[in-house]
Antibody, heavy 121, light 107 residues
Framework: EMQLVESGGGLVQPGGSLRLSCAASGFTFSSYWMSWVRQAPGKGLEWVASMKQDGTKEYYVDSVKGRFTISRDNAKNSLFLQMNSLRAEDTAVYYC??????????????WGQGTLVTVSS | DIQMTQSPSSLSASVGDRVTITCRASQGISSWLAWYQQRPEKAPKSLIYGASSLQSGVPSRFSGNGSGTDFTLTISSLQPEDFATYYCQHYNSYPITFGQGTRLEIK
């Protein structure tokens, strides 16, 4: 069974940093683009970042460019999101998702259960 | 960036009803469109990809249609477990964007 399990969320002050992790199992992790998608409390879904299978290509939503960095460790079947200079508007549940690609983009399946990041003083 | 607009934003219906949700892209996206279901406090679940292809394991009462800029998700006969929020998403290019969601409630 395919599974994605996020960890690393929590409460952080504005301007602080946090590193999210996603452990993948049940599929060949190194064969897939992977992504982070977030959902602010009571709001809709927002794509955050995606990374190519070998880590040589990445894309970000404009609002996190220069602050967030996506990375992966294919040997450990793990995806990461380093979040720096956090703002209140980054408060959200962050989901890890496998990308079913057409070229470099695609749809998301499956999704992890999410990890909550709260940015507040 | 491509904007995705769903309508309606919310919808009340009864078990057994047929419902249709619409998603419009701000520019043509061919058939590069997916639909998701999200139940309260749960992660989204993929329903449809390629505008009309059913994800494995999804009941056949769900169907998708459309191409270019206008798309629909139809549930042919609502079941109690279908009351949830539904999102469309384009994957024509980056940045990927989602519609704002349609909340399907029990009448």
């Amino acid at each position: 069974e395919m599974q994605l399990v996020e960890s690393g969320g929590g409460l952080v002050q504005p301007g602080g940093s946090l590193r999210l992790s996603c452990a993948a199992s049940g599929f060949t992790f190194s064969s897939y683009w992977m992504s982070w998608v977030r959902q602010a409390p009571g709001k809709g879904l927002e794509w955050v970042a995606s990374m190519k299978q070998d880590g040589t290509k990445e894309y970000y939503v404009d609002s996190v460019k220069g602050r967030f960095t996506i990375s992966r460790d294919n040997a450990k079947n793990s995806l990461f999101l380093q979040m720096n200079s956090l703002r209140a508007e980054d408060t959200a549940v962050y989901y890890c998702a496998r990308v079913e690609t057409v070229g470099s983009s695609g749809w998301f399946d499956p999704w992890g259960q999410g990890t909550l990041v709260t940015v507040s003083s | 960036d491509i904007q995705m607009t769903q309508s309606p934003s919310s919808l009340s219906a009864s078990v057994g009803d047929r419902v249709t949700i619409t998603c419009r892209a701000s520019q043509g996206i061919s058939s590069w469109l997916a639909w998701y279901q999200q139940r309260p406090e749960k992660a989204p679940k993929s329903l449809i990809y390629g505008a009309s292809s059913l994800q494995s394991g999804v009941p056949s009462r769900f169907s998708g249609n459309g191409s270019g800029t206008d798309f629909t998700l139809t549930i042919s006969s609502l079941q109690p477990e279908d009351f949830a929020t539904y999102y469309c998403q384009h994957y024509n290019s980056y940045p990927i964007t989602f519609g704002q969601g349609t909340r399907l409630e029990i009448k």
